[in-house]
T-cell receptor, first 113, second 113 residues
Framework: KQEVTQIPAALSVPEGENLVLNCSFT??????LQWFRQDPGKGLTSLLL?????REQTSGRLNASLDKSSGRSTLYIAASQPGDSATYLC????????????FGQGTELSVKP | SQTIHQWPATLVQPVGSPLSLECTVE??????LYWYRQAAGRGLQLLFY??????ISSEVPQNLSASRPQDRQFILSSKKLLLSDSGFYLC????????????FGPGTRLTVL
């Protein structure tokens, strides 16, 4: 059974700091991995999709890496800003069941001005 | 461009009352559609997914049902709500095949009293 874990559960950093969020999964047989952002009381915003054959994807100040064999992904946020404060969720997509996503519990990020 | 709508945004219902939540997608055809629930302090759980009109797959036994009467319409229902049905309900879509990026709607906050 696939399980996704995110560490830490919460993180508080001063503005301008670079930071790394971690995601691990137990079964390496994934199709791809997706990182999301969720603001309080809102839906999920897709940040990055990284295919199983890829090592990393970049969008602006965000960089996601994937090491499928070790079951790990990281989301790197450069030069953090208060507007980055949100919960970040990673999810892996397994091959069957219509493209089902299995989510981690999320990392709640707070960037202090 | 594609957009996904959910309504209502917020709902307060008594125990034992019926439920109907609606999700519609614009700007695409034959999407895969998903219903997730996010309960307080817990991660996102997939409830139902659909790969086509009238095709519904249930992930967990529960008090809820789903229907897809039209290509871009997905409905979540219950005949009698339980207290444990409270949560944040999110609809999502992905392009046909289901292995593509998933995009989420704004969510419905359901409180059962």
């Amino acid at each position: 059974k696939q399980e996704v874990t995110q560490i830490p559960a919460a993180l508080s950093v001063p503005e301008g700091e670079n930071l790394v969020l971690n995601c691990s999964f137990t079964d390496s047989a994934i199709y791809n991995l997706q990182w999301f952002r969720q603001d309080p009381g809102k839906g999920l915003t897709s940040l990055l999709l990284i295919q199983s054959s890829q090592r990393e994807q970049t969008s602006g100040r965000l960089n996601a890496s994937l090491d499928k064999s070790s079951g790990r992904s990281t989301l790197y946020i450069a030069a953090s800003q208060p507007g980055d404060s949100a919960t970040y969720l990673c999810a892996v997509r397994i091959y069957n069941q219509g493209g089902k996503l299995i989510f981690g519990q999320g990392t709640e990020l707070s960037v202090k001005p | 461009s594609q957009t996904i709508h959910q309504w209502p945004a917020t709902l307060v219902q008594p125990v034992g009352s019926p439920l109907s939540l609606e999700c519609t997608v614009e700007g695409t055809s034959n999407p895969n559609l998903y219903w997730y629930r996010q309960a307080a302090g817990r991660g996102l759980q997939l409830l139902f997914y659909s790969v086509g009109i009238g095709q519904i797959s249930s992930e967990v036994p529960q008090n809820l049902s789903a229907s897809r009467p039209q290509d871009r319409q997905f409905i979540l229902s219950s005949k009698k709500l339980l207290l444990s049905d409270s949560g944040f309900y999110l609809c999502a879509w992905s392009a046909g095949g289901g292995l593509n990026e998933q995009f989420f709607g704004p969510g419905t906050r359901l409180t059962v009293l």
